[in-house]
């Protein structure tokens, strides 16, 4: 999932100070699972942004929905009524949900309230980790499921550098050296021949470097 935060609340609010009526529009999607901007903390946000105003003497009003996506565009039409009569809207959602916001609604200022992190999944109740750096083309089944473009600090793909010591990276003591993790997985899989098969150069056109990413699926289109 996309993993992301909220922005430091001066910041947020420092984006609508010449509003006089927002749109605080939260997202049931991955954000929502990492706490960041689900409808619970929508409502939070817009209580917080009137609080402050109030007591600068400054009265916010503000609306708030939560679509289910941002990312959907028949999720961002339905906002269609409320958008029309505010000032700004402020997204709750990951940098995709502001941009289609910013899109379907071009004469309207839209503001991000989080900074979209990394794609990552849950470790322990309330920590979540990067896993996967989007690069468009998989090895997982060469590695054992351990991505050493995002695990490994180099984004090595053949095999630790001289950093790495007793399993850990050079990096810091608390971080795993990626090729000792897929080295062991490898091992106890019984498939270490696999790791001497060379690598070549990655790819990285099909990664974000080559420009904005379409993904096409032929049975799925109109």
């Not at 947020?12 to 706490?35: R, S």
């Not at 916010?60 to 939560?66: A, D, K, M, P, S």
């Not at 060469?142 to 990096?171: A, V």
Request: glycine share 10%; hydrophobic share 40%; with cysteine.
């Amino acid at each position: 999932m996309i993993v992301a935060e909220q922005k430091p609340f001066a910041e947020i609010a420092g984006f609508v100070a010449d509003c006089n009526k927002i749109l605080v529009a939260g997202c049931l999607g991955c954000v929502a699972v990492c706490l960041a901007g689900g409808e619970k903390e929508t409502e939070i946000l817009a209580a917080a942004l009137r609080m402050h105003r109030r007591l600068q003497g400054k009265p916010l009003e503000t609306v708030t929905y939560t679509a289910t996506r941002q990312c959907d565009p028949e999720y961002v039409d339905a906002m269609a009524d409320l958008v029309k009569d505010v000032d700004a809207v402020v997204s709750l959602a990951c940098g995709v949900g502001v941009q289609y916001i910013a899109e379907r609604y071009p004469d309207k200022w839209v503001v991000p309230a989080l900074n979209t992190r990394f794609a990552g999944g849950s470790v322990a109740q309330g920590v979540w980790e990067e896993r996967c750096g989007l690069c468009g083309e998989c090895i997982l089944h060469k590695t054992g499921g351990i991505c050493p473009i995002i695990r490994c600090s180099k984004s090595l793909l053949n095999g630790p550098c001289g950093g790495s010591q007793y399993g850990k990276c050079e990096i810091s003591k608390d971080v795993p050296c990626a090729w000792q993790l897929i080295y062991d997985r490898m091992k106890a899989l019984g498939r270490l021949e696999w790791l001497l098969e060379y690598q070549p150069p990655k790819d990285w056109s099909k990664s974000r470097d080559g420009g904005p990413r379409k993904a096409v699926r032929e049975d799925a289109t109109i």
